[in-house]
T-cell receptor, first 115, second 112 residues
């Protein structure tokens, strides 16, 4: 069981470039989410998905797109990177089945720098 | 109001001492309050969690104290060890919702 995996671990982008942060989980979890972590701001929810084909916005969705074509994968797309998107990005998943715990499992993170 | 306010932002405790981190909330619809622990370069991991129908939960050296009337909850780490040095996040979940709202985080340093 690999849990939640994220690639890449590090990325440097120039302003205006696009890229996709990959996230995959092998626990058959229905719920997946993306957070960004900035000093003094905690973890802020960008987008989340309650199942394949269903996504919704979190508290800081601007500048990011997501899709969920399979249960396992939940990529995060930056269409035109801005310096304000410099952050550490975490993907998380958890089971939504009745009786399951509410524990979210986090990936190891992607550290993104936009210059 | 979906915020969770966490304090202090950073905390230094001597080895063997008690570390206390506090969180406050406004939304009475929150029904699940976890604490996550994050080591440098790693993702957060669930440490301990509580529901509002109990006032305290203890797991080893870690205890959550919950005050429903004051809308506050706190993490106590007894006999703090250098290996406890990490960033700690409190969080809350709205009843019936999927997502968690996180506090700002506390960077805890335990001096040997």
């Amino acid at each position: 069981n690999a849990g939640v995996t994220q690639t890449p671990k590090f990325q440097v982008l120039k302003t205006g470039q696009s890229m996709t942060l990959q996230c995959a989980q092998d626990m058959n979890h229905e719920y997946m989410s993306w957070y960004r972590q900035d000093p003094g701001m905690g973890l802020r929810l960008i987008h989340y998905s309650v199942g394949a084909g269903i996504t919704d916005q979190g508290e800081v969705p601007n500048g990011y797109n997501v899709s969920r074509s399979t249960t396992e994968d939940f990529p995060l797309r930056l269409l035109s990177a801005a310096p304000s998107q410099t952050s550490v990005y975490f993907c998380a998943s958890r089971s939504s089945r009745l009786g399951s715990s509410y524990e979210q499992y986090f990936g190891p993170g992607t550290r993104l720098t936009v210059t | 109001q979906q915020q969770v306010k966490q304090s202090p932002q950073s905390l230094i405790v001597q080895k063997g001492g008690i570390s206390i981190i506090n969180c406050a909330y406004e939304n009475t619809a929150f029904d699940y309050f976890p604490w996550y622990q994050q080591f440098p370069g790693k993702g957060p991991a669930l440490l301990i969690a509580i529901r509002p129908d109990v006032s305290e939960k203890k797991e080893g050296r870690f205890t959550i104290s919950f005050n429903k009337s004051a809308k506050q909850f706190s993490l106590h780490i007894m006999d703090s060890q250098p290996g406890d040095s990490a960033t700690y996040f409190c969080a809350a979940r709205i009843q019936g919702a999927q997502k968690l709202v996180f506090g700002q985080g506390t960077r805890l340093t335990i001096n040997p």
